[in-house]
């Protein structure tokens, strides 16, 4: 996707922490989100964080947002074999045009 | 259940001709819209619409058409299809343009041009 780096690959074993990151370039976007797309499946929404906030956790997920260094990130605690999919960052640019990530496509080991 | 219905699920075409993808949702959404995904290029903006009547185009409309008579259904056409439009394609819904609740996707449509 445009203006947006995301890693391609990460393997992690199950019950270890992952952290999926996405530097982007745009600032100008209200709300920032992050995408899970499991195989064969469309995007499914799993959070969101304002951009007037660093941080946020929503159960097994923190989203930690550097706005200075233009840097997002999604943390999974006690990561599940559930959980290998892709995952997209995303952003609105404007009005109406949402920005995705390139995904990266997390594998869970058990 | 509530959400973002797409048909078909596969779908081979030859080179020159056309066809429509359906979408249609049942959660009174006004915002739709449609996106294709291509391996190491996330998803890019085709064409979306912000209510009945509305539509307009997005980074990659070249090639397709939408219409959005109802507030329920959103298809794109495929005008005279080419092999560069082999992909992945993800009809997509949202109560707010801005809104926190961000979009709800179908389960998306395998499209092969050969």
């Known amino acids: 996707g445009e203006d947006v780096e995301q890693s391609l690959f990460l393997s992690v074993r199950e019950g270890d922490s992952s952290v999926i990151n996405c530097t982007y370039t745009?600032?100008?976007?209200?709300?920032l989100y992050w995408y899970k797309q499991e195989p064969g499946a469309g995007l499914q929404l799993l959070t969101y964080?304002?951009?007037?906030?660093d941080m946020k956790q929503d159960q097994r997920l923190t989203v930690l947002l550097n706005k200075k260094d233009k840097h997002l990130s999604l943390r999974i605690a006690d990561t599940q074999t559930g959980d290998s999919a892709i995952y997209f960052c995303?952003?609105?640019?404007?009005?109406?045009?949402?920005?995705f990530g390139t995904g990266t496509r997390l594998k869970v080991l058990a | 259940n509530a959400g973002v219905t797409q048909t078909p699920k596969f779908q081979v075409l030859k080179t020159g001709q056309s066809m429509t993808l359906q979408c249609a949702q049942d959660m009174n959404h006004e915002y739709m819209s449609w996106y294709r995904q291509d391996p190491g290029m996330g998803l890019r903006l085709i064409h979306y619409?912000?209510?009945?009547?509305?539509?307009d185009q997005g980074e990659v409309p070249n090639g397709y058409n939408v219409s959005r008579s109802t507030t329920e259904d959103f298809p794109l056409r495929l005008l005279s299809a080419a092999p560069s439009q082999t992909s992945v394609y993800f009809c997509a819904s949202s109560y707010s343009r801005t809104g926190a609740g961000g979009y709800t996707f179908g389960s998306g449509t395998r499209l092969t041009v050969v």
């Open positions: 995303a952003w609105l640019r404007g009005t109406y045009k949402y920005i």
């Open positions: 745009d600032s100008s976007s209200t709300y």
């Open positions: 619409s912000v209510g009945a009547g509305i539509t």
């Open positions: 964080i304002f951009s007037n906030m």
